[in-house]
């Protein structure tokens, strides 16, 4: 990872999945009367790190076009502010924000507040090359870029995560709070020849695009609107009077699976996962018939 993303070792943590880095960072920075700021809705693990610490979560609503309100999200920084997360993309709602408009969040956030940019699906986005946020490091020793060997990879049962700190403290930190044994072998196996095989992520990338078009262009023929993805995977919301738990249910009935708005943060909204085109096609004619 040091060769990999020029970024050195002592500032590079490595856990069990990515979600193992993110808990280890709410057991190390918050606790009672602290705060922590997040896009809403957005991953579903963020609520569990105040839970856990009886820290205040602030939850600051996705603007228009389903993408963090940075500009809202600054506001909500306080003295008791610990730490902020930034989801890009964002899971569950697939928008993606330019890392100039990242940076200039970061330069307004002050020096002591942690602010982790949680990167599982950069290599989906289309904004800028995924190592362009890497460079933000060496400007801001509060940043901490959290990433996963789960998606694009493909290795998510054997759970890799890893972070790239603009500072050692974040690691230092984390590994204080945590058991020391947290990555098994075969993962760091799997995860190094991973890293050997950027062939494979770009092939992966190029078919995901592919379909994610051909998706995003059946859900328009439907008169439905998803948001400019830049994952893998789709957001939208549904026509109004549609009953989604019933909409949900019929769709599994029918072998397809997909992620119910309400249970992620927004009722009356799908999160649909990029298939192939057989499965794709599969999904549009049966949302088709139900709508």
């Given at each position: 990872m040091r060769d990999r993303y020029d970024v050195p070792e002592g500032r590079i943590t490595v856990?069990?999945?990515s979600c193992d880095v993110l808990l280890a960072a709410g057991d190390a920075l918050l606790e009672p009367g602290a705060e922590m700021v997040y896009a809403w809705p957005s991953f579903s693990v963020y609520p569990h790190l105040a839970a856990a610490s009886g820290a205040r979560a602030i939850a600051v609503p996705v603007d228009a076009e389903h993408r963090h309100d940075l500009d809202a999200m600054r506001a909500e920084i306080t003295a008791?502010?610990?730490l902020v997360i930034v989801c890009n993309p964002n899971n569950p709602t697939?928008?993606?924000l330019p890392l100039p408009d990242i940076e200039a969040f970061l330069r307004a956030v002050p020096r002591h507040v942690c602010v982790i940019l949680d990167e599982a699906y950069c290599e989906?986005?289309?904004l800028e090359d995924p190592d362009s946020s890497i460079a933000l490091l060496k400007r801001h020793s509060n940043l901490v870029l959290l990433r996963t060997f789960s998606k694009i990879h493909g290795l998510a049962a054997l759970r890799v995560g890893f972070a790239l700190c603009g500072s050692e403290d974040f690691r230092v930190a984390v590994d204080q709070v945590r058991q020391p044994f947290f990555c098994n072998a075969a993962a760091q196996a799997a995860a190094t020849?991973?890293?050997k095989h950027e062939d494979e992520?770009?092939?992966r990338v190029e078919l995901n695009l592919a379909e994610r078009s051909g998706l995003e262009a059946g859900l328009r023929s439907l008169g439905l609107d998803p948001?400019?993805?830049h994952a893998n995977f789709l957001w939208?919301?549904?026509p109004e009077g549609v009953d989604e738990p019933a909409l949900v249910a019929t769709l599994a009935q029918g072998g397809v699976l997909v992620r119910s708005g309400k249970a992620l943060g927004r009722e009356g909204a799908l999160r649909l996962t990029v298939g192939r085109e057989a499965e794709n096609e599969r999904f549009l004619a049966q949302l088709r018939s139900l709508l």
């Open positions: 856990g069990n999945g008791a502010t610990r697939s928008t993606a989906f986005s289309l020849e991973a890293l992520v770009t092939r948001a400019e993805s939208f919301d549904l």
